[in-house]
T-cell receptor, first 113, second 116 residues
């Protein structure tokens, strides 16, 4: 099992460009999450999806959109990137089979110039 | 809203010694879950240990153990026989009772350096 995979691992964008971060999990988990990590701030929740077809805003949703494409995949889109979105982005998933524990992908380091 | 506080931004410990990382949280829930995650320089988030609030017994995982004080809302992590590979950021996290869509609330982290 690969667990949670994310692509790309690194990305540099110019202000105003758009991009989609991809996340997939092979653990048959119902719930998936997107977090961002900034220096000195810990991880903060952007969006989450309790199940296929549902999404909810987290603590810092502005400037982002998400799509729960199917049970395995949960993508995060930046429509018009801003320097404030420079961060490390983590996808995670959880399910009852894992005793409610969230498992994380390797992260994407995004720089917006 | 739940909050998690880690009051030690940085700590260091000699190899083979014991170190304790502090975490406090605020919640009105009576049942919940607490976690410690480790983030080495590779950036990967690795689960170290978890604790269910309804269990009075402190969780242990090999060299890692917790001191869970529910009344004080305190959840510290003790690392025994510290190893160089323990050098990492450590995050304390809180989760409300699981309902299928329960995100984690993280503290800001403690950077631990193990010195040879």
């Amino acid at each position: 099992n690969a667990g949670v995979t994310q692509t790309p691992k690194f990305q540099v964008l110019k202000t105003g460009q758009s991009m989609t971060l991809q996340c997939a999990q092979d653990m048959n988990h119902n719930s998936m999450y997107w977090y961002r990590q900034d220096p000195g701030m810990g991880l903060r929740l952007i969006y989450y999806s309790a199940s296929e077809g549902t999404t909810d805003k987290g603590e810092v949703p502005n400037g982002y959109n998400v799509s729960r494409l199917n049970k395995r995949e949960f993508s995060l889109r930046l429509e018009s990137a801003a320097p404030s979105q420079t961060s490390v982005y983590f996808c995670a998933s959880s399910g009852t089979s894992g005793r409610n524990t969230q498992y994380f992908g390797p992260g994407t380091r995004l720089t917006v110039l | 809203a739940q909050t998690v506080t880690q009051s030690q931004p940085e700590m260091s410990v000699q190899e083979a010694e014991t170190v304790t990382l502090s975490c406090t949280y605020d919640t009105s829930e009576s049942n919940y879950y607490l976690f410690w995650y480790k983030q080495p320089p590779s950036r990967q988030m690795i689960l170290v240990i978890r604790q269910e609030a309804y269990k009075q017994q402190n969780a242990t995982e090999n060299r890692f153990s917790v001191n869970f004080q529910k009344a004080a809302k305190s959840f510290s992590l003790k690392i025994s026989d510290s190893q160089l590979g323990d050098t990492a950021m450590y995050f304390c996290a809180f989760m409300k009772p699981y309902s299928g869509n329960t995100p984690l609330v993280f503290g800001k982290g403690t950077r631990l350096s193990v010195i040879a």
